[in-house]
């Protein structure tokens, strides 16, 4: 692999578009995302972030434009051909997305086995890393009912980071968890992306917990990305739609916040 220098762009959206039926989601998406940087993603429910997430991982076509993957466009690649690419993401899921019926160890070993010819031996030193890493060191033999709702997620991470991705995307981390557990969600992906650099995308209308964690923060309404910069130019912004969106949502949960929506 080549090396990439911080700030380089690693992902590019030029152009998509994405509709289902009559439901135009995503009228004219352009977006880049640069190396080593946590960008946020924020937008109204329904407004296209998870659509956008699933595009950049593959698992949808856009009708339009091109996704860039370090230059190259991911858009025209069959699923084998993009099989090079997934390896490259790491992505955590809104409802986590366990395996109910596999143990905590056997649900994060999950990629190892599939994409990789490791040692059983090897498998465990990497699962039981990468549990510590979230903090949920020796869980191995648990089963995801057994765990809160805020382990589940770290579970999920663990998952997301076993291969040891350039890019992680998290699709509302926060949604659903107590403030206590968002705040450690929060810290997480941080101290993630400190620790061992990758790209990090985060979709979320919890800013509450985004905003401190971002380098940037991109608004997508009505199917563009109507703006995009650091948290601080985000806050200063003139556009209404900006505006308004964090007017509602940057204040701490039970103090007028919006943070228990979906
Ligand atoms: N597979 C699908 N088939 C039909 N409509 C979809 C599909 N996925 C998403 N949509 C629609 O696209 C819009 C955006 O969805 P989504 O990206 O999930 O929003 P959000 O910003 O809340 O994550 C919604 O109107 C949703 O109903
Ligand atoms: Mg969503």
Redesign the pocket.
Known sequence: MDVVERGETVVEFVNVQKS??Q?R?LRNLNLSIRQGEILTIM??????????LKLLVGL?KPDRGQIFLRGVDITPLSEEELLPFRQRMGVVFQGGALFDSMTVGENVAYPLREHLQLSEKEIRERVAEKLSLVGLPGIEEQYPADLSGGMKKRVAIARAIVMEPEILLY?EPTAGLDPINAKLISRLIDSLQQKFFPTSVV?SHDLHYAFPISDRVAM?YQGEIIAVGSPEEMRRSERHEVREFLAGDLQPPGEGGCNDRE
């Open positions: 289902f039926g439901n989601v937008g109204g429910s329904g407004s296209g972030k998870s659509v956008t949808i699709d979709v997508l």
